[in-house]
């Protein structure tokens, strides 16, 4: 059973930064890839960005590319979200997710485990 806890979230104002971290607990977190998503209300889930198990392969969705950057520390179990340039359009519900396979994969659906979430708000 893999366990994932969502943290660092908050207020912050337009074009400040917020690193959001994800602990993980459970033997998938190990040689897997992991990714995160977010959703605002009213609006479905949406992919922003994934890592596979070494660090080496990333993907973002465009809208965050150059703002927003993942990375893990494998030694701590932790997965990492540093967000720069907050817009009001990133305020969202953020989840990490981790998969079950060491495939890097944008789809809700390809994740088998999730963390509750963290209220990211970006406010003009």
């Known amino acids: 059973q893999v366990q994932l806890v969502e943290t660092g979230g908050g207020l912050v104002q337009t074009g400040g930064s917020l690193r959001l971290s994800c602990a993980a607990s459970g033997p998938a977190f190990s040689g897997n890839a992991m990714a995160w998503f977010r959703q605002a209300p009213g609006k479905e889930r949406e992919f922003v960005a994934a890592?596979?198990?070494?660090?080496?392969?990333?993907y973002y969705t465009n809208s965050v590319k150059g703002r927003f950057t993942i990375n893990r520390d494998n030694a701590k179990n932790t997965l990492y979200l540093q967000m720069n340039s907050l817009k009001p359009e990133d305020t969202a519900v953020y989840y990490c997710?981790?998969?079950?396979?060491?495939?890097?994969?944008?789809?809700?659906?390809?994740?088998?485990?999730w963390g509750q979430g963290t209220q990211v708000i970006a406010s003009s």
């Open positions: 890592i596979d198990w070494s660090g080496v392969s990333t």
């Open positions: 997710a981790a998969r079950s396979t060491d495939l890097i994969d944008a789809r809700p659906s390809a994740y088998a485990y």
